[in-house]
C-alpha cells in the first residue's frame, strides 16, 4: 500500500511508535499471533506498525486506529498516533474547498474498509446470538388463592366448574438427613432444564436454568426438587452424596427432610 499522506515528522513518530510497541509486547511475552487473534488486525498489519513499515500500511485515519488497537491490547493504551496538519497556510486546510475535492477524488474503498466492516458486523451478529441464547428465562411466580366469602358459592361453582388434571409427575421420593440441624440440597445441571425449589414449604426457585448452572437452597425442615428433565440434574445432598435425579427427559420429584 503506498502512502503519500504522512510527513517526515510524522513518519518518524510512527516509526518510534512501532519500536516502544514491540519493546513492550517482547518484554511482556506476546506473541503477534495472539495479538492478531485478539484485534482481528493482520499479522502482517503488525509487523508494519511494528518496522514503521509505510508503504505497508493504509490511509493515516486507519493507522491511528490500528495503533491504538495494538496498544491497548498490550497493555499500553497511553501510546497514540496523533496526526497533525502538514501546514497552516489557508491554501492546505481541511476546511479550503479546494482540500475537500482533492480528498474525495483521492479516496477509495479498498478490500480493507469491506473487510473492517464485515468483522464488525460478524462480531455484532455473535454477541446478539449469545445474549438471547445463553439469557436463562427466570420465570419466578408466587402461587396466589383467591378467597371465598360464601361457601354455598363456591359449592356450587365446584359442581359446574370443570376438573383440571394437575400435570402428571413422578411419584414423590423422600430422603431422610441424619442428626443434621438443617437440610442441604445442592443442583449441578449436566442439561438445560426446568426447576421447581421449595424451601420449608415456601416457593425458592421456578424457571429455566442454561447447562452448566450450579446451585444450592439450605432449609431448617426440608427442600423439595422438581425437575422437567431429571436426567440432566444431578444432585449433592448435605454434600455428601451425588446422583442423577431420574432419567433424560423425565419430570422427577424430591424432598429432603431434617430427622
Known sequence: MKNHNLTTDQQQKLQDIGINLNQIRIA????????????????RLLGAIETGDINALPEPFYIQALVA???????????????????????????????????WLNFQ????HLY?????LVILSVKGITTLVERPVIINQTPSSSPIANPEVASEASKTT????????????????SNSETVSVGINLQERCWLKVMVDGKLAF????????????????????RAGNAGGVVI?????QQKVLGAPGQVEEITYTVN
Not at 109 to 112: A, D, F, Q, V, Y
Not at 116 to 120: C, K, P
Request: charged content about 20%; glycine content about 4%; hydrophobic content about 30%.
Open 69 to 103: 488497537k495494538f496498544a491497548q491490547e498490550i497493555g499500553a493504551p497511553e501510546i497514540r498516533f496523533e496526526l497533525e496538519p502538514k501546514t497552516n497556510s489557508p491554501e492546505n486546510t481541511d476546511s479550503s474547498p479546494k482540500n475537500r475535492r482533492r480528498y
Open 162 to 177: 370443570t376438573p383440571v388434571n394437575p400435570p402428571v409427575a413422578v411419584p414423590q421420593f423422600i430422603s431422610q438427613s
Open 116 to 120: 473492517l466492516l464485515y468483522i464488525f
Open 236 to 240: 449433592t445432598f448435605n454434600n455428601e
Open 109 to 112: 474503498l479498498r478490500s480493507l
Open 206 to 225: 421456578e424457571g429455566i436454568l442454561p447447562q452448566g448452572t450450579q446451585r444450592q437452597w439450605t432449609g431448617k425442615q426440608e427442600v423439595t426438587i
Open 28 to 43: 511482556k511475552n506476546i506473541s503477534l499471533d495472539t495479538v492478531a487473534a485478539n484485534t482481528l488486525i493482520s499479522k
